[in-house]
């Protein structure tokens, strides 16, 4: 029997995901939105793309929560997109309530499946989801340090004219403007940034990271980033359907680590058939700490807006 995965919201980041996860003949897809006729439209679309690319999927599009019952995973991308000069904390109020209806119909009819936020502001969305759900903590997942820590490589790889294969990034903290990119865990071939480029062009790339989803709505004038997201997204996806015990940065529910009580925040876990297997806590410099700190405020003063 195979893997059944619902996305809901079906505009540009939603419809990408499920053209990467039909590419990557993860499961059947059920594409869901509230807008008549556009679920159902990009779906069939999808499915007639089957026959060229050589997927065999049951792919849906549809306006009716039951027919997502029973999925195993959940990726919710519903929500209002950023526009130019809005931080994702300006979006917290509207994109509540949307997160908060999704989540109830969802959960009353796939019970057993686990979740992965998108929307922005993706910390705070993903501990209302945890909130509002009543599920544990590791079927909660908000999608954030795997976008953030590969645009990271790319721009690595852009400054050094390697291989994105060669390169590993970490960012971890909030999706938002105070991420906390950790330069001396990024890696070309096992060796860190730090000894390949001088202090001045890593602060640059960390930087240019912070501001990377921005930048991307700033060129496009409407809308935002829909690529990486949804292709982070899919590799998260993948990880859990596949059981990889795969160490991606997530956004995840914290009872204590890394100092923090009662925030979704960005920190590396193992991802599994069942979801967060593990939180894996690695060593912080002083500096690192006060980065991560100020992210967190930064979430906290999002969260005070929430009405749980």
Not at 15 to 39: F, N, Q, R, Y
Not at 214 to 240: C, D, N, R, Y
Request: proline share 5%; with cysteine; charged share 20%.
């Amino acid at each position: 029997m195979r893997n059944k995965i619902t996305i809901v919201g079906a505009g540009f980041v939603g419809a990408t995901a499920a053209h990467w996860c039909a590419s990557k003949e993860l499961g059947d897809v059920v594409l869901m939105d509230i807008v008549e006729g556009m679920p159902q439209g990009k779906a069939l679309d999808l499915l007639q793309a089957g026959p060229v690319e050589g997927y065999d999927l049951r792919i849906i599009g549809t306006n009716d929560y039951k027919d997502t019952a029973n999925s195993n995973i959940v990726v919710i991308t519903a929500g209002l997109p950023r526009k130019p000069g809005m931080t994702r904390e300006d979006l917290v109020s509207v994109n509540a309530k949307i997160i908060r209806s999704v989540i109830e119909n969802v959960v009353a009819y796939s019970p057993n499946a686990i979740f992965i936020l998108v929307t922005n502001p993706l910390d705070t969305m993903t501990y209302l989801a945890y909130k509002v759900s009543g599920l544990p903590r590791e079927r909660i997942i908000g999608q954030a340090g795997v976008l953030d820590s590969a645009r990271m490589r790319a721009f690595i790889s852009m400054e050094l004219n390697v291989s994105v294969e060669n390169i590993h990034a970490f960012v971890l903290g909030g999706h938002g403007d105070e991420m906390v990119p950790l330069a001396r865990y990024s890696t070309v071939a096992g060796i860190p940034i730090t000894e390949l480029l001088p202090p001045e062009r890593v602060e640059a790339i960390m930087d240019r990271t912070r501001k990377g989803g921005g930048e991307i709505v700033s060129l496009l004038k409407q809308g935002s980033a829909f690529f990486a997201p949804s292709s982070s997204t899919m590799q998260m996806v993948e990880a859990i359907l596949k059981d990889r015990k795969m160490i991606l940065p997530c956004s995840v529910y914290l009872e204590g680590e890394y100092g923090l009580n009662d925030i979704c925040f960005g920190v590396p876990v193992k991802l599994g058939r069942n979801g967060v297997e593990q939180i894996l806590q690695i060593e912080l410099t002083e500096e690192e700490k006060a980065a991560m700190d100020k992210s967190a405020a930064l979430i906290r003063s999002s969260m005070a807006a929430l009405e749980i």
